[in-house]
């Protein structure tokens, strides 16, 4: 029980290891003299100009017109079809950890490897998951997870295929749940925009891509009675005022968001010059990260750490490392420069290798 | 189906109706030159003096040293003991949601009349509700939901009756649970700070008494393990990093507390003299929001509505009236003034009465 005890019930939220946790990478390394370059995240580092957070989003209960517009504003970003459900809630992540509750215990597969909250949610409500390698493997189950573009190693899963598995799915009462959380920077992969998909949720997060994920803001897509369910059960009030207020500009702003893809791409590229540069090989990864694998990842996420740059590495993939966005060039050229040393000090002592 | 299609979906969620909802109210009302005198909630109109909302509260994702923190304050803020579990949640009312998903069909017990999203929440998972007059009509529920202080009505619930009550319900497996949304306004009666009370779930609100309840923040105490599961449930980054950072600095401040609690019920006794000076009989409520009875109650709805002053009418109870606090003394006037305008509108046309 400890987890729960005193306020070590955060722990029992954090039993995934996730990117973007400083205070855990200062009790590991410190705090670096020159502040942290936090690259352990898919954030964009270029947050959405929000402007000010006028008080009244604050000191009055989210109003009914806001929600609205927010709405709207999310169907028109992301192409929800007029006769689609849509819903809004303080985040993605509420959206997944709210399903497994929506269903008997049934048999779960998910696409992996991919982000584990999914399978977390899931078998912590009793369900029977097992992680598949492909959506061939995925048998008879009930419910098949798929984080589409998928993070960390940035895999498309074909939106035909998806809709063939959906079919499927609702022929014995099954679900299909799509994870577009990175789906912003490969819009032509989102079945957002799909009709008629039968018992399939598409799931989009707004602080990913708008760089504002503190904010908490998520939606979730699909036909209506369920979408209407999901809704009854997120209640009123379920969005923060500012998300309201910022999500509603964010997401009408095509031309933000257009030129916004473009400087995530171009970052990307040079991000990949300098992964390559440096000897490490890109194996995946969206607009928003890169994922690498080396032999050497714990002990270049060791020492970069200790120089104050935080990459994401992965309990269960130890040769792999997730490395964000730099938001400068100089954040860029410091990351060169570090695991440029790093590769010096490994090629020089040896060290590292298994 | 209609509530889950298109934007409408917001229907879904506004099942029960609220206070503070000025949209519908203009689509009522219309606009009123003076603007809104919003009395509809029982929210502080003082908010806490929160400062600067700093960008990396938003562009980073909540940190986990933050909710430490700021589960640490409520902790100290609310007495909550040491060996029991707290979690925070965006909004009391996203715990009052989560609820009925954590247990099987369920017999429970709502002591009525009181805030309608208990039970429209369990009955909406399939649970049977019950609404009861008083403990003792609780019979063999597995499930008991108390609001203490109550709203509308202000009925406080002898803290020692309820520990008895978590006795009878945790032999059988039941759960009590204590919403005290409005205890900051009425600490004694508060029971988080008991130890030993099993099986029982202690709900807070920050947004009513802190006068922000845009920023969606609510905690639950209670006994670990059951805390434990709310918080796994929750999932990571359940509050927003707006919320973590203003709720820790608002609950430590134990002067604001004190301060605002003497000037809500300075404010409350004014309000009262009003009430009263123009013929409404206060029957209850708390310092943050007072009841009157008048079989008139549906007229001076609709009149003061017309003139800019919204107040709380009650589809259940149609001779109830809910009044927020005035935020200044000329606020205060201009209700006096309608109110008694009204008043004397309704003597001399004899319009309103039943």
Known sequence: MRFARGNAVVLSSFRVRHGGDLSTARRLFGSPPAGWLDLSTGVNPWPYPYGTIHPETLTRLPQEDALEALLAAARNAYGVPAANGLAAAPGSQALLQMLPAMRPRSRVAVLAPTYEEHTVAWRRLGHVVEEVGSLAECGEADVVAVVNPNNPDGRITDPGRLARTAEELAGRGGWLVIDETFADVAPEVSLASAAD???????????????????????????????????????????????????????????????????????????????????????????????????????????????????RSFERHPRWLRVGLPPTPGALKRLSVELEGNRSGRAAGGRGRP
């Not at 009030?237 to 473009?262: C, F, K, N, Q, Y």
């Not at 390559?276 to 194996?283: A, F, K, Y």
């Open 197 to 311: 998909l039968p018992n399939t949720l598409i799931m989009r997060s707004f602080g990913k891509f708008f760089g504002l994920p503190g904010l908490r803001l998520g939606f979730v897509a699909g036909p209506p009675a369920l979408v209407g369910s999901i809704a009854s059960r997120l209640g009123p009030w379920a969005v923060s005022g500012p998300a309201m207020h910022i999500g509603v500009r964010a997401l009408v702003d095509a031309e933000w968001i257009v030129r916004t893809r473009g400087r995530l791409a171009k970052m990307r590229r040079r991000l990949d010059d300098v992964l390559s540069e440096t000897g490490l090989t890109v194996v995946g990864g969206t607009d928003l990260f890169r994922l690498v694998e080396t032999a050497a990842a714990q002990d270049v996420y060791r020492r970069l750490g200790q120089a104050g740059i935080l990459l």
